[in-house]
């Protein structure tokens, strides 16, 4: 099937560019070889007699890409987003994550785990994504196994934690540079869309030692990395106090080469750079920020530089950082990105002036964050432009209707704002029909 | 029914007071003559033989106030989030707001989207509400009249709007006082649990005149009122230029008795109080803060200072503001209000300071003000104490699960991050079950 040529029929609705949907009515999208062949109002001669479903009066929009999500945290997501006004940010982190990941050193564990994890993800918007596993190689190679079996494109980390972490989810340096070779020996090449990607969790997590032997193997194995960047302002200050030969903290993964000189690099957060650090990011061609900003609101109050970032260049993509959030849907994401752009520019642009010139994230800058500026990551993907991987997702938005005639550009805007898995009706990823 | 007794069982949750969750595991709740007259742990003797709806392994919380809502403003709810970086405050209400509102002269399409309003209400957990209705008297008449079908305890009110709105939403000075007259008469004593509550929209929309005749009506029906206060911050300029010879905008509803002196009155918002202004708020015990924490954030990015009205001791109750927000879900109200407040002490309090003590929102003081909080505006109600009103809410969480066993405490948290009407299987309102 995957390789068959069809056609779908809906009102189709994309972001080539951030500043504008694309929107054709009733038009027909054409798959062929995994990739969009066409895209248009009417349906070319030479289509006539391919297989075509009809989603008439139903919305196609491109799939999602989650460039940020912590796949064994699904399990407690809710929990925590209130704590003690004395904590600092790790207590969150000692309560609820570590304790968690601790469980994936059973595999049974792990199997149920993760399999609810896809079966929910497979009725979202998502299609692509960077996960982050535990430092268990073997649960971490269950996790990219039904990743690959319920079709999804996503790169995959078994993390790297040799310092700090709690007691029964500790490995030292040796095994943790160890169990990564066997794991990309075992996996780099084992499957078509699901891949291995380096992730040292972060700075305060990994020795220099180990930091250096994962660069050897970025080299060795030239895949991808991703991690966590500037997140809390408390977190800045440990990652100093730890490493005080560096000027900020993205100086700290850039000396290893994991800032998207040699190889693509997914940092999440990045909301406090300093201007050094700001300055350092926009000449990393190879570098995506994950912003996540519902995770952002519940654990900092505040929100990245956004529009600082897209003017200079820098790929942003969009996460779910389950569970620094709640949810999966990255329509939700979508709506959040809006809100989180308006809390950065009512609390550090705008002051006290009343009428000052508004700098929030437009919705058509979010919708395209989702798709295309996280789906690029994998080349050409989140888009219905020709060669693009055919990555669909078709909604039923009757349940969202109200009394007044609606156009697509208002139908789109009500599911950013209001959609969620009863809206998904059927999802392509690839080509390949998943949901 | 409604006058019988009879007793829930299953896992009791609430806030007698903000600080903390009461939880009875597998308790009893005993609703006679509509109130709660016995919570606990065992079941007392002289129940035995009493009706009993056994809720085992469900949770039961008091209902939830709603009190700041739009009712005609439920059908575009999620459109207009974004707009265009130039526009004011007021492009959103021109927009979507006051046409939408036009057509409720129409009482066919008062009658159709009030019903859909009203189901979907119904399987929230809301059961007590204060609505703003449209200038329609008689539309205002028949959502009453659906309320009080559907068993909801409410205040609504008529709008006044005898300036500044648009065209086919208008009315002279002597028609807004003559229908709200008309309509005060009709509905003042026509229901038991759906009352009139005096609504001039704002200030910038009700005349002198308006407000010193809404003033006469309230002395003389002695009703409740409602309005908007210090919203956003080019408001408040215009609320300054419309009357020079207040000191700050809420004077411009104390010097008619409107700030909570005589008559109870809502004030929704109250973002961005003065220093005098929130001085003389502390000062009206008959004033409640209608927080609408989604709604602040979408239309300003910011959040209004409650953790400092709860220390003056203000009235704090949770709104909606349907459709500055886009949900009708409460739990989504309480998860927005923690986060509104980690928004204000992030960009208001903090500073660069990365430890800085935090004040934020705690989840029971959320969960309290979506309850207590809001239910004290009509006496005993939103709590299981005593002569409460029985206002329950029962939830099936499974949905919500993971595979470790956790607390009911937990499992609250988890509902109110995470709950939607699919977790709502029961609803008693005023001892009367309605779902």
Known sequence: MSNEKYILKGTIIHTPTPSAFEIIE???LVCSNQT???????????????????????LIIPGMADIHIHAPQYGFRGLGME????????????TYSLPEERRYADLEYADKAYDKLI?????????????????????TELLMKKLDAAGFAAFVGKLNMDRNSVEGLEETTEESLEETRQWLEETATLYDHVKPMITPRYIPSCTDACMEGLERLIREFRVPVQSHLSEALDEIEWVKSLKPEIDFYAQGYDMYHMLGDEVPSVMAHCVYPTDEEFALMTQRKNLWVAHCPQSNLHSTGFAAPIRRYLQAGVHVGLGSDMAGSNVLNMFRIIADTMLAGKVYWACKE??????AKKTYITISEAFYLATKGGGSLWGNAGSFEEGFAFDAVV????????FNKRTARQRIERVIQLADDRNIVAKYIGGKQVL
Do not use: M, N
């Open 26 to 28: 009733d038009g027909y």
């Open 36 to 58: 969009v062949e066409y895209l248009g109002e009417s349906l070319p001669e030479k289509y006539q007699g391919e297989r075509l479903i009809d989603y008439t009066g139903k």
């Open 83 to 94: 704590l003690d006004p004395d904590s600092t940010w790790t207590t969150w982190f000692e």
């Open 119 to 139: 079966s929910d993800l497979l009725k979202t918007s998502t299609t692509r994504l960077c996960l982050f596993g535990t430092i268990h190689r073997e649960a």
């Open 350 to 355: 705008r002051g006290d002036d009343p009428y």
């Open 395 to 402: 909604i039923d938005d009757t349940s969202l209707a109200d």
